[in-house]
Every structure is written in structure tokens, then in C-alpha cells.
């Protein structure tokens, strides 16, 4: 059983950054394609970045945070990370890791993606 668990979420202020990292075990690290999502009180999860297995060399970057947000993996260490810089107060969310086989199943319902970090909360405030 794959289990992430993700870290690094807090209080910053606006114009700030944050890095948070997903840490994945029980699994191949190298053969997951690895996402972040964000959800808000009432909405849907929502793919904010995605990154393709083993090389990485497939990434996505939801249009609101492309240019400020970016994603990477280090097979290394069986961590993903996105690094979230320029924050805004309309970042505010829970950020959740996901982790599938197939870098396609992150673009479509979340519900089909087979594993899923604890949630971090990531507050953009003055």
C-alpha cells in the first residue's frame, strides 16, 4: 500500500513562498506520475500541477499558478515537491499529494486516482 505524506504547508504572507514535499512509501517511487491538488471550502479538488513517472520530463501547471508554482521530483529521495512562490491569498487551500500509475488519470476525475496524501493546509494572509 502506497502511503504520501506531505509537508511544509503554514501561514505566509502575500508575495511569499513555500515548499511543500510529498514523501511516498510503500511502493516504486520511480514509476508513479505524481500530483498536487488544492481544494477550498464547497469546490472540487482541483489539479494544480502534475509531473509524468521516472524522469519527470512530462510536467502540467494549472494556468493560475503557472509562472509562480513548479513541481519536481527527486526519485532519489521517493519525494515530489512544488515549490509555490509570488503566494496570493487566493492559494489559500489544502494542498494534497496524489500518486497514480498513469501521469493521464491526474487530468481526469479525482475520485480515480489511486492514492492520495493527508492534506496540508497552506494559508496566503497579511
Known amino acids: 500500500q502506497v502511503q504520501l505524506v506531505e509537508s511544509g504547508g503554514g501561514l505566509v504572507q502575500p508575495g511569499g513562498s513555500l515548499r511543500l514535499s510529498c514523501a511516498v512509501s510503500?511502493?516504486?517511487?520511480?514509476?508513479?506520475?505524481m500530483g498536487w491538488f488544492r481544494q477550498t471550502p464547497g469546490k472540487d479538488r482541483l489539479l494544480i500541477a502534475g509531473?509524468?513517472?521516472?524522469?519527470?520530463?512530462?510536467?502540467y501547471h494549472e494556468d493560475s499558478v503557472k509562472g509562480r508554482f513548479t513541481i519536481s521530483r527527486d526519485n532519489s529521495k521517493n519525494t515530489a515537491y512544488l515549490q509555490m512562490n509570488s503566494l496570493r491569498p487566493e492559494d489559500t487551500a489544502v494542498y494534497y499529494c496524489?500518486?497514480?500509475?498513469?501521469?493521464?488519470?491526474?487530468?481526469?476525475?479525482?475520485?480515480?486516482?489511486?492514492?492520495w496524501g493527508q492534506g496540508t493546509q497552506v494559508t496566503v494572509s497579511s
Open positions: 496524489a500518486a497514480d500509475p498513469n501521469y493521464g488519470t491526474m487530468f481526469g476525475n479525482p475520485g480515480f486516482v489511486r492514492s
Open positions: 510503500g511502493g516504486t517511487f520511480s514509476t508513479y506520475a
Open positions: 509531473i509524468s513517472p521516472r524522469t519527470g520530463g512530462s510536467t
